[in-house]
């Protein structure tokens, strides 16, 4: 099988959650955000695997599947919240939300 | 097998790029779903074939699926993708990418002078994995059972579309206008009214 020093992994899910954070950061429409959460989720669960694989254990894959079921969760909440924000403002713009009152 | 996962790393991270740089939110998903399979081939070398399974099912078939649907049902036009170009030219965050680059670097550099010899990667299969995850790991099945539960119940009750009261609809008009008027050009009316016919 392949011999892959852990760093590289590490380094890949480094930078795949930092391009989420990034996105986070960068965009104003919710779906983006979204998206960019599940992006860093799924790095969070890759550095999961990856130790995993590195000590020859199964439970970094267990902790990938609930992490798995987690996102899956937020972004079924998450969506339903962008529909009722646009029935209810007509805009995805995260800024129209924080002049909502009680 | 080496090669295999550099060359779906480096996809994976261009396409990541490609999502958070989109204007279209349908580019984006395609990005997204193309850089969600390279991650599971990453899952495959890294010798995890269940959890690249379930990545192309779950995240690539079902999650995406979902925000699709998500999409068509707002039925967005083209001046949304105008919008995102209007945020997206800020030269605001230029100066702290940069920065945050800087420290990237920064953790490449510690992470790349003390290494850890290469290490031969053993395949752990499904049932290792099946047998950990319903054994001492029984207790998480049940709890993540009531979180997806709770998701099912929360997105049903925010996602249905119910009757406004009369001050909500008030507010959400005001709302509307205020945020279609800077545009100028589109004026959509308010379909408040259309909320009210159950």
Not at chain 1, 1 to 20: C, D, K, W
Not at chain 1, 87 to 93: A, E, I, S, Y
Not at chain 2, 118 to 125: D, F, G, L, R
Request: hydrophobic share 55%; charged share 10%; aromatic share 8%.
């Amino acid at each position: 099988m392949a011999t892959i020093p852990v760093e590289y992994g590490l380094f890949l899910a480094i930078i795949l959650f930092s391009l989420g954070l990034v996105g986070v950061l960068i965009r104003r429409n919710v779906v983006f955000i979204l998206l960019s959460v599940e992006i860093m989720l799924n790095a969070a669960g890759l550095g999961f695997v990856i130790a995993g694989s590195h000590w020859g254990q199964a439970d970094g894959q267990i902790m990938f599947i609930f992490i798995l079921t987690m996102a899956s969760a937020e972004v079924s909440v998450g969506l339903a919240l962008a529909i009722q924000l646009y029935h209810r403002l007509k805009t995805l713009d995260t800024n129209s939300i924080s002049k909502m009152r009680g | 097998m080496d090669i295999v996962f550099y060359i779906a790393s480096a996809v994976a991270i261009i396409c990541t790029v490609m999502v958070i740089t989109r204007l279209n939110v349908v580019h984006a998903l395609l990005y997204m779903i193309v850089a969600l399979l390279s991650v599971a081939l990453v899952f495959y070398t890294l010798g995890a074939p269940f959890v690249a399974a379930l990545e192309v099912i779950i995240y690539a078939g079902a999650i995406m699926v979902l925000f699709v649907f998500v999409i068509m049902i707002l039925n967005l036009g083209p001046q949304t993708s105008q919008q995102e170009r209007l945020w997206l030219d800020g030269r605001i965050w230029v100066g702290p990418t940069i920065l945050a680059l800087i420290l990237i670097a920064e953790v490449a550099y510690v992470l790349s002078t003390h290494s850890t010899p290469a290490y031969t990667i053993t395949e752990i299969s499904p049932r290792q994995v099946s047998t950990q995850m319903f054994g001492p790991y029984i207790l998480g099945v049940e709890l993540s059972s009531f979180l997806l539960l709770s998701a099912v119940v929360g997105a049903f009750h925010l996602g249905r579309r119910r009757q406004l009261y009369p001050e909500e609809i008030a507010v959400s008009a005001a709302a509307v206008e205020q945020n279609t008027s800077p545009q100028g050009d589109i004026q959509p009316e308010p379909q408040i009214q259309s909320d009210i016919h159950r």
